[in-house]
């Protein structure tokens, strides 16, 4: 079945740093990927996605490239803010029924 | 634009009694709807998806039971809640074979 695993949080940083979260997958078939944010007390946004092999999400600052050889879709952003804390979930969508596949979210926080 | 609507956003039931949330999607026809749950600190787990009025399905045996009444309208319910029932219930959307999800604002339920 598919499955998605991610680096384990709480990631705690400083304003202006590098932000890494690790993502990888399992899945049969072409899987679409997602990175989906959760703010405290709301549910979640999404914030890039990637449908197909070597393709580059992006949005408000973040990156994640699709890579099919490592099966590995980790998102970047490279000087993060205070207004980023949240709770980061990569996703993938089977190709077959578009269900989604969550990994367990990534608690990230941001100290001024 | 689409929107999606979830009520109440908070709840406070105690065990044994029933449950009826609601999710509204506006400005789209036909969508697959979908129930998730997020228990404290864990991921998301799809509780039950509907392709169209009046077809369920379940992914996880439970207390719960969900129903489609109308084309935009999706409903969570239970006859005695438990406490392991407490979560942030999420209702998201997407369009017929289409792979992006869109998430409500989510429920949070206690039971206590």
């Known amino acids: 079945g598919n499955s998605v695993t991610q680096m384990e949080g709480p990631v705690t940083l400083s304003e202006e740093a590098f932000l890494t979260i690790n993502c990888t997958y399992t899945?049969?078939?072409?899987?679409?990927l997602f990175w989906y944010v959760q703010y405290p007390g709301e549910g979640l946004q999404l914030l890039l996605k990637?449908?197909?092999?070597?393709d580059k999400g992006s949005n408000k600052g973040f990156e994640a490239t699709y890579r099919k050889e490592t099966t590995s879709f980790h998102l970047e952003k490279g000087s993060v803010q205070v207004s980023d804390s949240a709770v980061y979930f990569c996703a993938l969508s089977d190709s077959n029924d578009y269900k989604l596949s969550f990994g367990a979210g990534t608690t990230v926080t941001v100290r001024a | 634009s689409q929107t999606i609507h979830q009520w109440p956003a908070t709840l406070v039931q105690p065990v044994g009694s029933p449950l009826s949330l609601e999710c509204t999607v506006e400005?789209?026809?036909?969508?697959?709807l979908y129930w998730y749950r997020q228990a404290a600190g864990r991921g998301l787990q799809l509780l039950f998806y509907?392709?169209?009025?009046?077809?369920i399905s379940s992914e996880v045996p439970q207390n719960l039971s969900a129903s489609r009444p109308q084309d935009r309208q999706f409903i969570l319910s239970s006859k005695k809640l438990l406490l392991s029932d407490s979560g942030f219930y999420l209702c998201a959307w997407n369009e017929p074979k289409t792979d992006t999800q869109y998430f409500g604002p989510g429920t949070r339920l206690t039971v206590l």
């Open positions: 509907s392709v169209g009025i009046g077809q």
């Open positions: 899945a049969t078939g072409y899987p679409s």
């Open positions: 400005g789209t026809s036909n969508p697959n």
């Open positions: 990637a449908t197909k092999a070597d």
